[in-house]
């Protein structure tokens, strides 16, 4: 009985310590990926703004392009109209739209080579990078 | 317990407005429309004010802050102060089919390229 107290305990304090040290949460459980929902947001570990900051300025393989040599200085000012402003969006709908083009969900001309290696840990990186920055994006609430 | 019912309130909205808003714009936009069909489909312009009227059903899901997509979990985006091209590109690859999400397939398939243009110029001048 007091091992299993003991056992929660020391799950409750792992779990506490690992938040304080991510950005963004961990998603759920991996579950809905063992069952094979890989499209699903669901089960990307813990982002890091530090990581995917000095990721989205790397070029990538596939394009030559960083992230921020089309999306624009912290995602907030892209080359060009077509390309959407990361900076300011949910961090968890980055992660789902990156899942997205690297798992063929989703195409672009440029977004699906370079999403198509990233790492699961890598886009949550990324997604805790720009989804913590400034911009006027914003929800419907008061738009009417 | 929530979520069931705010989804069927979205529906309902959105079958609402989508009805109005056919019997709306269909009329005064058939002429302007068959005019530029011919010439370049791309180039239609959007009226923000038509947007206002046409974007009172995207509260349901993208007026609530916090809002979450049901599966696969995650906040449905902000999408006001994106640029017109985006959110013209966006709804009309899922008005193809193109980019899947059941609700966001249903809500441009009820939507005229003139629709879209309306939408895009409204939600990308909100500050």
């Given at each position: 009985m007091t091992n299993k107290i003991?056992?929660?305990a020391l799950l409750a304090s792992l779990a506490?310590?690992?938040c304080s040290s991510s950005d963004t949460p961990a998603e759920h459980s991996a579950a809905d990926r063992g069952e094979g929902h890989t499209s699903s947001s669901a089960g990307l570990p813990a982002g890091h703004i530090a990581a995917g900051e000095q990721l989205a300025g790397t070029k990538g393989k596939a394009t030559g392009q960083s992230c921020v040599d089309c999306h624009g200085a912290e995602g907030n000012a892209p080359i060009d109209g077509t390309y959407p402003k990361l900076a300011?969006?949910?961090y968890d709908y980055i992660a789902h739209a990156l899942?997205?083009?690297r798992d063929g969900d989703r195409e672009h001309a440029l977004m699906s080579s370079q999403a198509k290696d990233l790492t699961d840990q890598q886009i949550a990186d990324l997604a805790a990078y720009f989804g913590s920055r400034?911009?006027?994006?914003?929800?419907l609430h008061n738009a009417h | 317990m929530m979520r069931p019912l705010m989804i069927a309130a979205c529906f309902l909205l959105t079958t609402a407005a989508s009805v109005a808003s056919a019997q709306e714009t269909q009329a005064p936009a058939a002429a302007p429309a068959a005019a530029t069909a011919t010439t370049a489909p791309a180039a239609v312009k959007g009226d923000a004010a038509k947007g206002h009227q046409l974007t009172y059903?995207?509260?349901?899901?993208h007026g609530i802050a916090g809002y979450k997509n049901a599966y696969p979990n995650y906040h449905v985006p902000k999408i006001g102060g994106q640029s017109a091209e985006y959110l013209v590109n966006a709804l009309t690859e899922y008005k193809k089919g193109a980019r899947k999400h059941p609700t966001m397939q249903a809500q441009s398939q009820s939507f005229s390229d003139q629709d879209i243009a309306d939408i895009a110029a409204f939600l990308s001048s909100l500050k």
């Open positions: 003991l056992a929660i506490v310590v690992g300011g969006q949910y899942q997205a083009y400034q911009s006027n994006l914003r929800d | 059903t995207c509260q349901g899901c």
